[in-house]
Structures are given as structure tokens and as C-alpha cells.
């Protein structure tokens, strides 16, 4: 199994599983990352994801056995990326919360596939590498837009073009990622967290997730007209009702989930 899935009270952890390989990506690993996805979506007691890697690594990139150019020409590039690109557009399109909790080092599409995830937390011993350029390629699988909108475009470029490793604790300082955390912490740390998070009003984090992506597109007209409506659907959710009752009778709150 390319990506094991273990289910938790409200959540699912996902950890990819090749880690002889620092866990790099296949078109297996792809397919078995999509039906876990999709699986976690469909699940209505899922209300938030945790993603890892098996190992010493949390994800070295594409496998670079599998694209080698050969006599044969060169690999179907498009086709692979067809393939991730799938993966990223699903995490980004889910619904719940997506915490990733970077183990080791994420190199190529390794990184990207973590920036896709919408709280990062990475081992102090970790580092990110944007290895593309080492090979002649260039950042994919979202890089080029992650980079640019979390850490400012001299950094990104820096970032892509020297292809140089960013430890951990760095990548948190300049925004990149949310916290570097002591290794023997990283996964209880990371469990808590997502735990915590499928306690939460999950259609209001869905629709904050919404109004987060349009604002990369839209202009703050636009941006305050969408939030009047999502505002409006999330005042509309037993959650909303609950946060409010349990603020006035001084009480945390039991959020279900549901509309
Ligand atoms: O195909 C397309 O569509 C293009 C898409 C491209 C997307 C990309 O991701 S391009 C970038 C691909 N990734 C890389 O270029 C990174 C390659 N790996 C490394 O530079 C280093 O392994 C790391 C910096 C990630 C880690 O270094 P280190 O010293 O901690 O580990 P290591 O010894 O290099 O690797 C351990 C093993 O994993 C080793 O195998 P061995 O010698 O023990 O049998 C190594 O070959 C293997 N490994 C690491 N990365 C990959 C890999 N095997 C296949 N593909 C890899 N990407």
C-alpha cells in the first residue's frame, strides 16, 4: 500500500508509505493518495485530515527511477502531471481541514504536495527543497504559485532557482509553513491538532477555506460581497446557533458538524 489510511475519532491520517524511496511519487502512490481523499470526503464523520510520510522522509518528489529519458524519448511528463495534479486540486478543493506534519525532508513535488495542505507543521529536523531546478525542471505541481503567495517573490525565486534546502524552523520564520516543532513531538503534536480541529463548526472552516481561495482572485469588492454571502450560509449552520449559546452560558462548545 502506497498510502496507508488510519481512521481516528473524526479525523483520518494518510500517510504515504514508500519510504525506502523517502516516500516519492508514483503514479500508484497518486491513485492510492486520490481514493484515499475522496474516501476521507465521502465520510461524513471525517471532519479534518492529517497527512504524513512513513519514515525517515516526508516526500523526496517524483520517483526519478520511473522518468528516466531512455533511447524511447523522453518520459510522458504531461501525463504524470495530469495525475498530480488531480491530487493537489483535491486537497485544495476539500472541504475540511487538511494539517500536514512534514517528518523529514520534502524535496520537489514532495514540497509542493505539503503547501497544498492548509496547516503545516514540519520536524525541526526537516527541511524543504525545491529540487526541480537540480534536474532541469521546474516547480510543479503548484509551486510556482504556493511560493510566491507565502513567502514574497524574491524569496520564491531564490527558493526555485537555487533549489537549496530550507530548514524547518527557517520555513516557519518566513511564513512558508505554520510551526517547525522538536522531532519527538512533530506527530503527537500533529494528532492534537487535528483532533482539536474536528471538534470545530466544519462547514464554517469550509467556507473560511472558500473565501481564502477567491481572495487570491478577487478584488476586495468582490472579496466583501462573498463574504456577506458565506457569512450568510454560515450564520445559517446549528454550529453558528451552538458557538453562540455556548459563549452566553459560558460553556465550550459542542459543534457537530452538520448544517
Ligand atoms: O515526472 C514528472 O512529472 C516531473 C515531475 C517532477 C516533480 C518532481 O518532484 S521533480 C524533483 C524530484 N525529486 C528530486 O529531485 C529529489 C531527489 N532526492 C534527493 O535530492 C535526495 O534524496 C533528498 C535531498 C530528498 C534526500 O537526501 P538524503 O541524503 O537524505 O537521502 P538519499 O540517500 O539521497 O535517498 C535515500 C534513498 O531514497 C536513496 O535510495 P538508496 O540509495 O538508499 O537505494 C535514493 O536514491 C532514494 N530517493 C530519494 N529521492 C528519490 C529517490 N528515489 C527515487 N526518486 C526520488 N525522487
Redesign the pocket.
Known amino acids: 500500500m502506497t498510502a496507508l489510511v488510519e481512521k481516528h475519532a473524526g479525523y483520518r491520517q494518510i500517510t504515504l508509505n514508500r519510504p525506502?524511496?523517502?516516500n516519492?511519487?508514483n503514479a500508484e502512490m497518486g491513485d492510492a493518495l486520490m481514493v484515499a481523499l475522496a474516501e476521507a470526503e465521502a465520510d461524513p464523520a471525517c471532519r479534518a485530515i492529517l497527512v504524513t510520510g512513513a519514515g525517515r522522509?516526508f516526500c523526496?518528489?517524483?520517483?526519478?527511477?520511473d522518468?528516466a529519458v531512455s533511447d524511447a524519448g523522453p518520459?510522458d511528463?504531461k501525463g504524470?502531471?495530469d495525475h498530480?495534479n488531480a491530487v493537489i486540486r483535491k486537497l485544495r478543493g476539500l472541504p475540511m481541514p487538511v494539517v500536514c506534519a512534514v517528518n523529514g525532508?520534502a524535496?520537489?513535488?514532495?514540497a509542493n504536495l505539503a503547501l497544498a495542505c492548509d496547516i503545516v507543521l514540519a520536524a525541526k529536523s526537516a527541511n524543504f527543497?525545491q529540487?526541480?531546478s537540480?534536474?532541469g525542471?521546474i516547480p510543479?505541481?503548484g509551486g510556482t504559485w504556493f511560493l510566491p503567495r507565502l513567502v514574497g517573490m524574491a524569496r520564491a525565486r531564490a527558493l526555485a532557482i537555487l533549489a537549496e534546502p530550507l530548514p524547518a524552523e527557517r520555513a516557519a520564520e518566513w511564513g512558508l509553513i505554520w510551526q517547525a516543532i522538536d522531532d519527538d513531538r512533530l506527530m503527537e503534536a500533529a494528532h492534537a491538532l487535528t483532533a482539536r480541529l474536528a471538534k470545530q463548526a466544519t462547514i464554517g472552516i469550509a467556507l473560511t477555506k472558500r473565501a481564502l481561495d477567491a481572495a487570491e482572485v478577487n478584488t476586495l469588492d468582490a472579496q466583501l460581497d462573498l463574504e456577506r454571502d458565506l457569512q450568510d450560509e454560515a450564520g445559517h449552520t446549528s454550529d453558528y446557533a451552538e458557538g453562540v449559546r455556548a459563549f452566553l452560558e459560558k460553556r465550550p462548545p459542542n459543534f457537530t458538524g452538520q448544517r
Open positions: 525506502d524511496r523517502l516519492a511519487l522522509g523526496a518528489g517524483q520517483d526519478l527511477g522518468v518520459p511528463l504524470l502531471l498530480y525532508v524535496a520537489g513535488a514532495g527543497v529540487a526541480f537540480r534536474i525542471l510543479d505541481c
